[in-house]
C-alpha cells in the first residue's frame, strides 16, 4: 500500500459531505475510510494512510458531522457460538475463552443468516478515544464487514469458495461451502510461505482440496506479484474478488479501488 492514497470525484465539495456515510477501517498503525452518498449508493471519496486516524482528523473531512459513521476496528478477541445454543446469561462463561482483562470490554453480535453468534473485545481505552471523535458510530470488529461483503455477494453459489484479505501483516480468511458459512479466521504473517501455509491449513481444516476451491483475493496485493502468482500455482481456481461484487459504484475516482477496498466499502452493508 502506498504512505497515502487520496481519491474524490470530480466536484466533490467538503460541504455536501454531511449528507453521506462514513466507512472507516482501523488496523494497528494504518487507517481508510470512504464516503458514499447513500441516495445514489455512489463512493465520492477514498483515503488511505499508514498512520493512526488520530494524527490525522484535526483540520480533516474526518471531523465532519456525517449522516452515518460505521467503523471498523481489529481485534484478536473473538469466539464463534452456533445462536441456538447462545444463552445471554452464560456470556461471561463464554467470555472466559477470550482472556479478557479489566481494560476491555466485550460486545455480542449475531450473523443472523448464519446462525452464528459473536463474542468479541475491544479496547477500552480505544473506545474512549472513538467516543471522542465520533460520538454516534456505530462500531464492528474486522470480520463483520468483511464477511457481510462476502454473504451479500457470494452466499448464492454452492462450490466451496475462499476468500483471502489482506492488511499489512494480516490475511483474513473466510469459507463458504454449500451456501453456508463454514470458516473465519485472521493469521498474522511475516513471509510468503507462511501466508500460503495458513490458506492451505484453512482449507484442509475445513476438509477441501486446493484443486476444488474458488479463492477470490481482496485488499493489499499486487495481483501483478509474486504472492498472487504463489496462490495461483497453490489454488488453480484464483482471482480477484469481483469489481461490481458489492451495490456501490465508484465512477470519478480515477483508481480501481476494488478489490482493495472491499472490507472497508462493505461496511456500507452493515447494520
Known amino acids: 500500500m502506498n504512505d497515502k492514497t487520496h481519491l474524490t470525484v470530480p466536484n466533490f465539495e467538503p460541504a455536501n459531505a454531511t449528507q453521506n456515510e462514513l466507512c472507516v477501517e482501523l488496523g494497528n498503525n494504518d487507517y481508510s475510510y470512504a464516503l458514499v452518498d447513500v441516495k445514489n449508493q455512489t463512493v465520492k471519496v477514498i483515503s488511505a494512510a499508514q498512520t493512526t486516524i488520530f494524527n490525522d482528523i484535526e483540520g480533516n473531512l474526518l471531523q465532519t458531522h456525517f449522516a452515518k459513521t460505521k467503523i471498523s476496528l481489529t481485534t484478536k478477541k473473538f469466539?464463534?457460538?452456533?445462536?441456538?445454543?447462545?444463552?445471554e446469561k452464560d456470556l461471561e462463561v463464554?467470555?472466559?475463552?477470550?482472556?479478557?482483562?479489566?481494560?476491555?470490554?466485550?460486545?455480542?453480535?449475531?450473523?443472523?443468516?448464519?446462525?452464528?453468534t459473536v463474542i468479541f473485545a475491544f479496547e477500552k481505552h480505544l473506545l474512549d478515544k472513538i467516543?471522542?471523535?465520533?460520538?454516534?458510530?456505530?462500531?464492528?470488529?474486522?470480520?463483520?464487514?468483511?464477511?457481510?461483503?462476502?454473504?451479500?455477494?457470494?452466499?448464492?453459489?454452492?462450490?466451496?469458495?475462499?476468500f483471502a484479505n489482506f492488511k499489512s501483516d494480516v490475511i483474513e480468511i473466510i469459507i463458504f461451502n454449500q451456501h453456508?458459512?463454514?470458516?473465519?479466521?485472521?493469521?498474522?504473517?511475516?513471509?510468503?510461505?507462511?501466508?500460503?501455509?495458513?490458506?492451505?491449513?484453512a482449507t484442509q481444516q475445513n476438509k477441501l482440496k486446493p484443486a476444488?476451491?474458488?479463492?477470490?483475493?481482496?485488499?493489499?496485493?499486487?495481483?501483478?506479484?509474486?504472492?498472487?502468482?504463489?496462490?495461483?500455482?497453490?489454488?488453480?481456481?484464483?482471482?480477484?474478488?469481483?469489481l461490481d461484487s458489492l451495490p456501490l459504484t465508484y465512477l470519478g475516482l480515477n483508481e480501481a479501488v476494488m478489490p482493495r477496498f472491499f472490507s472497508l466499502l462493505s461496511l456500507h452493508l452493515c447494520e
Not at 463464554?94 to 452464528?116: C, D, P, Q, T
Not at 473465519?184 to 495458513?198: G, W
Open 79 to 87: 469466539t464463534f457460538i452456533p445462536t441456538e445454543v447462545y444463552h
Open 94 to 116: 463464554y467470555s472466559k475463552y477470550l482472556n479478557l482483562s479489566e481494560n476491555e470490554a466485550v460486545f455480542v453480535k449475531s450473523l443472523e443468516k448464519s446462525g452464528i
Open 131 to 162: 467516543e471522542k471523535y465520533f460520538p454516534e458510530a456505530a462500531i464492528y470488529p474486522q470480520f463483520i464487514p468483511f464477511f457481510t461483503g462476502v454473504e451479500y455477494a457470494f452466499s448464492q453459489i454452492s462450490y466451496p469458495q475462499l
Open 180 to 201: 453456508k458459512f463454514q470458516f473465519y479466521n485472521a493469521f498474522e504473517y511475516t513471509n510468503e510461505d507462511e501466508l500460503l501455509y495458513f490458506m492451505l491449513l
Open 212 to 242: 476444488q476451491v474458488m479463492v477470490k483475493v481482496s485488499g493489499n496485493i499486487d495481483t501483478n506479484g509474486a504472492v498472487f502468482q504463489k496462490i495461483k500455482a497453490q489454488f488453480n481456481h484464483t482471482e480477484v474478488t469481483d
